[in-house]
């Protein structure tokens, strides 16, 4: 069973038309992580929440946003994306403790025409 | 600088020989250290990690990897593979004791492709 679900699994989108991927999971974890993988690249981590903290990413662009209403769910809003911002979004959690693994999603595929 | 090398871009082999994907790490503190496997548009996958204890770890799918602290390497091995072993596959580290943010360190990737 799937514990970590991101919807759509496919995004197209136009040059500039705000986009959001979203991200469920069933682990109860406490750390949401969202990473952008570009075409035979490693993913780039773009922010994470520690419950409800957000912590950006020091090179994330503002034209990445992100919310977390609740422990279940977090949301990545792409306000105005650029050919640029085609790529593969991760959505990853983790539980308490040190040692703590990632749990990833199958991904968001986004294409801009 | 912290950070991860996998030595080798793209590996080729042949169904059924042994593999051997090369992965190197730079840290200033203790680390715990995994392989993800990530399949054609799909998410990373958990194969193995090393946490403390035996240097020699075991994962799924028959991979198994040796933590080798002088040489600062966690090379993942599999005896014998699979057409369907192939994939992407990431070294990454996460920061250990005071040092730990969470936040996992990847290395390039690593393409495995086994042909008949």
């Known amino acids: 069973d799937a514990m970590v679900i991101q919807n759509p699994r496919y995004q197209v989108t136009q040059f500039g038309k705000p986009v959001t991927l979203s991200c469920s999971q069933t682990?109860?974890?406490?750390?949401m992580y969202w990473y952008q993988q570009k075409s035979s690249q490693a993913p780039k981590l773009l922010f994470h929440?520690?419950?409800?903290?957000?912590?950006n990413e020091a090179d994330t662009p503002d034209n990445f946003q992100s919310r977390r209403p609740n422990t279940s769910f977090c949301f990545l809003d792409i306000r105005s994306p650029g050919l640029g911002d085609a790529a593969m979004y991760l959505c990853?959690?983790?539980?308490?403790?040190?040692?703590?693994?990632?749990?990833f999603g199958e991904g968001s595929r986004l294409t801009v025409l | 600088a912290q950070s991860v090398t996998q030595l080798d871009s793209q590996v080729p082999v042949f169904e059924e020989a042994p593999v051997e994907l090369r992965c190197n790490y730079s840290?200033?503190?203790?680390?715990?250290l995994f392989w993800y496997v990530q399949y054609p548009n799909q998410g990373l996958q958990l194969l193995l990690k090393?946490?403390?204890?035996?240097?020699l770890v075991k994962g799924i799918n028959g991979f198994e990897a040796e933590f080798n602290k002088s040489q600062t390497s966690f090379h993942l091995r599999k005896p014998s593979v699979h057409i369907s072993d192939t994939a992407e596959y990431f070294c990454?580290?996460?920061?250990?004791?005071?040092?730990?943010?969470?936040?996992?360190?990847f290395g390039q990737g690593t393409t495995l492709q086994v042909k008949p």
């Open positions: 929440y520690y419950d409800k903290d957000f912590n």
């Open positions: 990853a959690t983790r539980g308490g403790g040190e040692t703590g693994e990632l749990f």
């Open positions: 682990l109860n974890h406490n750390v």
């Open positions: 840290s200033s503190v203790s680390v715990y």
């Open positions: 990454a580290f996460i920061k250990g004791g005071s040092s730990n943010t969470g936040k996992l360190i």
């Open positions: 090393y946490l403390s204890g035996s240097t």
